[in-house]
């Protein structure tokens, strides 16, 4: 059964900490790696990866893939209070190689919480 | 449109009453997913639409969930004889093709069966 974990579940630091979020998945037909921040209903998109070792960056967040050993992380640097959110990874599949059919599996998110 | 609409936005309904939710995808976007968060909790997987293919339905919970899309467009989630578990936000997010391309989320549908 294909799956997405994420570590921490919940993680609460101090405005300025930089904090690293991890995801973990095992899947089959792998085709891409998703992070989104969901504050209140609606996910908000952030990066997606497909390639192994090469950064994303956006900011102050960036994010990096490892296809051999089957994991992401997010990092967020100089955190701010405005960062508190559920940090959500998800990976897209195909049903087989190549096709159309698939799903984006969700891991149940990491919430963080920065205190000022 | 510039994003994925959803509506209603709320939506409050008796047990056993059917509710409609509507989600319009982003123009152009061939795939379009269904999900379900309850509070505090993870999303769940639904139903997968992409192109013309046969949906993806291994998420739908029960019988009581049927979801199309009509045109390639438009995506309607319905839920009969709604049960108070039904209550939940849910969301409609849209790609342009596949699951290797980004997914944008709508801003959801809270649903309260009472």
């Known amino acids: 059964e294909d799956k997405v974990v994420q570590s921490p579940l919940s993680l609460v630091v101090h405005e300025g900490d930089t904090v690293t979020l991890n995801c973990s998945y095992e899947?089959?037909?792998?085709?891409?790696l998703l992070w989104y921040k969901q504050e209140k209903k609606a996910p908000t998109f952030l990066f997606m990866l497909t390639s192994s070792g090469i950064e994303k960056k956006s900011g102050r967040l960036s994010s990096i893939l490892d296809k051999k050993e089957l994991f992401s992380i997010l990092n967020i640097t100089a955190t701010q209070t405005g960062d508190s959110a559920v940090y959500l990874c998800a990976v897209g599949t195909s049903m087989n190689y190549g096709g159309s059919q698939g799903n984006l599996i969700f891991g149940k998110g990491t919430k963080l919480s920065v205190k000022p | 449109g510039a994003g994925v609409s959803q509506s209603p936005s709320n939506k409050v309904t008796e047990k056993g009453k059917d509710v409609e939710l509507r989600c319009d995808p982003i123009?152009?976007?061939?795939?379009l997913y269904w999900y379900r968060q309850s509070l505090g909790q993870g999303l769940e997987f639904l139903i997968y639409?992409?192109?013309?293919?046969?949906?993806?339905k291994s998420g739908l919970p029960s019988d009581r969930f049927s979801a199309e899309r009509t045109g390639g467009s438009v995506s309607t989630l319905t839920i009969q004889r709604t049960q108070q578990e039904d209550s939940a936000v849910y969301l409609c997010a849209s790609s342009l093709w596949a699951t290797n391309t980004e997914a944008f989320f709508g801003q959801g549908t809270r649903l309260t069966v009472v």
């Open positions: 123009s152009g976007h061939t795939a």
């Open positions: 899947v089959t037909n792998f085709r891409s």
């Open positions: 639409f992409q192109g013309n293919s046969a949906p993806d």
